[in-house]
């Protein structure tokens, strides 16, 4: 006391030489230090140091300090373990909550779907057993809006059909089986549209090579005695190239796209340079001569030998030419099927939506979003589609609306190319923002034969498409690695919460990243390969990770930790007290 300070200069200086702890620590020394140590653009420093933020990156639109700001990343990430659930005997492939956060369900390869409660100590409710309606195994499921029905769905062993799936709803009232719906392929997984009616998929094979989809329209309470008859309406029906098919069908309501709870705005100039251009297929641009369905035109109308030929009569006199020998194009039959698929999609194909981005607030217009492909089997591509309000009931014709001879197909009305193999995808909880695992493929690679991809990168890139623009931004997150090569790549589902974006990994690891900073900020480990990540829709500071290791994890912050701790009732010492006395 009474002897000379150093100024608050000096002592700023000094503290950019410590970590965050340290920092913490002499700002208990005295008042000068600690208003020192709380000093903004020390822990503007700190925060860019520790995290490893690129300094172009703002602080979070809703971050109130510097310090704060720093505290939330450190004490609110759910990467401390508190449970470990091994009530599944086999693989767990799939987690979801319901909307409320009270309940979620896990899929596995054990065949059961199992539901559980979401308490302090989380319990097992309830276990469905999908053997006994010939299941391999469950692998996806969800709960409609108001938590009501469970969707489950399953690989569906039936008579020589390996890829066919099945999806099951059940009651959580009383857990009651209500209807089955058949799903080919199995890994369409199935959504909901809307509180009782869901989606599903059916795969007709056209050649060896081209096959078309069917997304139905199914009601949630038709008897499961009815499972082969209980589809209700078709709602689209997408020709298919080169051994692709629809899978991985998901629902986006447009409703809050102006009203998002993270806007992801300020790298927007990046998108220019993305690797994943966005096809707009609605529009008028000239940048449409660059995809290949446009290109197709001139290629496919080269092949007649005598003069121009009109599109729709194309077909014909392509084929007048090939029988009576005046074309002999060189080419495979693979190729010559692939030929006649886009001549025949191109002149058959119902044209896309026009004005498809929502242009109010209040709009009711929802987006179906599944992976799709238009040059080999594995899905490398995103295909949107909007679902207009009357389409969104059971109401009307089982065939949907009435079809002209040249609409037998419906168009996409955008179309994402990933150049990779898409291996999951998550919707942001307000929708707007669409989360895509892949791995890439070699850049300038050129497919030849759509039976046989190009590699895949063991490192896996997490884009980000906002779906108000149809336009990537951010960089591309990556930390997790997946290992298995093309024909065994399987499914990685993550998920996204308000702040941040989780995702599996075949590494043995779950991660964990801020949507604002595009950082990541933990691992969480397993002993296998992490198949599935949730948060609780009302808690993102609780995560669960499934694993082939059989077991579930619950995860929490730091800070959920301490707060658990605290409201634990402490074991009273009044026997131990009373025998005490007792003895003297």
Not at 498 to 522: M, Q
Not at 540 to 546: N, P, S, W
Request: aromatic fraction near 10%; charge should be negative; glycine fraction near 4%.
């Amino acid at each position: 006391p009474g002897g000379p300070r150093l100024p608050d200069s000096v002592l700023y200086e000094i503290f950019l030489y410590l970590d965050h702890a340290d920092v913490l620590s002499v700002g208990l020394v005295c008042q000068q230090w600690r208003a020192v140590a709380r000093d903004e653009f020390l822990w503007k420093e700190l925060f860019y140091r520790y995290y490893r933020v690129s300094r172009e990156v703002p602080r979070h639109p809703a971050a109130v300090s510097w310090y704060e700001e720093f505290q939330r990343l450190y004490d609110t990430i759910p990467c401390v373990e508190v449970q470990a659930l091994k009530e599944h005997s086999d693989q767990v492939l799939h987690l979801s909550f319901s909307h409320s956060g009270c309940l979620f369900a896990s899929c596995s390869k054990d065949c059961t779907v199992k539901i559980w409660s979401n308490e302090l100590d989380i319990s097992l409710q309830h276990s469905s057993n999908m053997r006994p309606y010939n299941w391999s195994y469950t692998q996806f499921s969800q709960f409609n809006s108001d938590d009501s029905l469970l969707l489950v769905s399953g690989v569906f062993v039936g008579p020589h059909n390996s890829s066919s799936g099945e999806i099951a709803v059940i009651s959580m009232e009383n857990f009651t089986l209500l209807s089955r719906v058949r799903n080919k392929p199995y890994d369409v997984f199935g959504c909901w549209l809307n509180e009782t009616n869901l989606i599903s998929g059916n795969l007709h094979r056209i050649g060896r090579i081209t096959s078309c989809s069917v997304l139905w329209l199914n009601n949630a309470f038709q008897g499961i005695e009815s499972e082969n008859v209980n589809v209700v309406k078709r709602l689209f029906k997408i020709q298919n190239l080169n051994a692709s098919t629809i899978r991985t069908v998901m629902v986006a309501d447009c409703s809050r796209y102006d009203s998002p709870d993270l806007l992801l705005d300020y790298e927007e100039q990046l998108a220019a340079s993305s690797t994943c251009p966005v096809f707009d297929l609605g529009s008028d641009s000239e940048e449409e001569e660059a995809k290949p369905v446009q290109s197709l035109e001139s290629a496919v109308q080269e092949l007649p030998e005598e003069g121009d030929v009109r599109a729709e009569d194309g077909l014909q006199q392509f084929f007048d030419d090939l029988m009576e020998g005046r074309v002999r194009p060189a080419m495979t039959d693979t190729e010559l099927e692939t030929k006649v698929a886009e001549l025949f999609v191109r002149n058959r194909t119902k044209p896309p939506e026009l004005n498809l981005l929502p242009t109010d607030s209040s709009s009711k217009t929802k987006y179906l979003i599944f992976t799709t492909g238009c040059l080999t089997y594995s899905p490398h591509q995103i295909g949107i589609k909007r679902i207009l309000p009357h389409q969104m009931t059971t109401a009307g014709p089982v065939l949907g609306e009435e079809r002209r001879s040249d609409e037998f197909f419906d168009s996409l009305d955008h179309v994402i190319d990933i150049h990779g193999h898409i291996i999951g995808m998550g919707l942001s909880p307000d929708h707007r923002y669409l989360y895509v695992n892949s791995r890439a493929w070699p850049r300038d690679c050129i497919i030849s034969d759509p039976m046989q991809p190009p590699p895949i990168a063991e490192e896996i890139d997490l884009h980000v498409f906002d779906l108000k623009t149809m336009k990537e931004v951010k960089r591309a997150l990556r930390a997790h690695r997946a290992y298995t090569p093309n024909e065994e790549c399987f499914f990685i589902f993550l998920d996204v919460s308000k702040d941040f974006v989780a995702s599996g990994a075949e590494d043995r690891h779950g991660y964990i990243w801020d949507r604002h900073y595009n950082i990541c900020l933990a691992k969480l480990q397993h002993d296998n390969v992490v198949n599935s990540v949730a948060f609780s829709p009302v808690e993102q500071e609780l995560l669960l990770t499934a694993s082939d290791d059989s077991t579930i994890k619950v995860w929490r912050s730091p800070r959920a930790v301490r707060s658990q701790q605290a409201r634990r009732p402490r074991p009273r010492k009044l026997l131990f007290s009373w025998l005490m006395n007792q003895k003297s």
